[in-house]
């Protein structure tokens, strides 16, 4: 059943809405909500969003509970194709937990706050940006990584990332829900404006498994990855020394050596190569650029250290 969580009227008679799907099943008494669309560039969710109802329709019999859909919480930024709110040049991540007598953007967040406090988990899904490409993984903050790390083993992701308590922005949805002691996964997966079949799959079977874990859903047969759990000082950050095009010589989630060169910075004028990009570590390749162009500090990945 479809739910507006939060309507404002703007010019010309349209109006910002959000919506919810809300569906319930037999004892509605457990609750997982699943959040996209926060970042008007970022698609990935909206297809974990179809695919989930399509199988939850097709294990109807065997699961109860709530389960709230919210596909987009910020339908501007999709409807124009921009990341931020259009009009207001922000980012809609970084107001939270927003203001009910506040600014436009920062009364919905409010009520969007409102409507998924109190959950038994909540999936905040993200995309990375149009400049890199993301495995599926999960990110924590360590100040909440006892209670999250054993929820986020739930879903079925490569990797989860325990984030330095200082690098993690209190203005974000997850942090701020996490504050009200209402659980929150943020899962970042794929390339902004793009959406990877396979990645939401795979965030769709985790989901299942964690309705399984909540004791919403019937005991099944779900393989279920075990992800690999680092925290800051494992990642390894490759920035452009120099501008130029990036052409990588690996793939996206490839196990890397030290010393192995990633890719090359060149120089389509010249037809030179301006730098060769090697890996300071062996470990996995979790994050690679997609968008080509480069400027000096770019990022061009990132790679946890591990061996094997």
Known sequence: MKQCIAQIPLPADEVYEIQKNHLVSGNGSKRICIVSGTHGDELEGQYVCFRLQELLRQYQDKWQGTVDIYPCLNPLGMDSITRGVPMFDLDMNRIFPGDPKGSMVEYIASCIMDDLTGADLVIDIHASNIYLREIPQIRINELQQDVLVPMGKWLNMDYIWVHSAST?????????????HTPTLVVEMGVGMRITKAYGDQLCQGILNAMVQLGMMESMSLPVKKPIISTDGQVHFLN???????????????????GEVIGRIVHPLEGQVRHEVVSPCSGLLFTLREYPIVSEGSLMGRILECEG
């Not at 052409?247 to 030290?258: A, E, I, M, S, T």
């Open 168 to 180: 993690v922005l209190e203005s974000t949805l997850a942090y701020s829900l996490n504050e009200r």
């Open 240 to 258: 452009a020394v120099c501008a130029g095009l990036f052409l990588p010589n690996v793939r996206h989630d490839h196990r890397v050596l030290k």
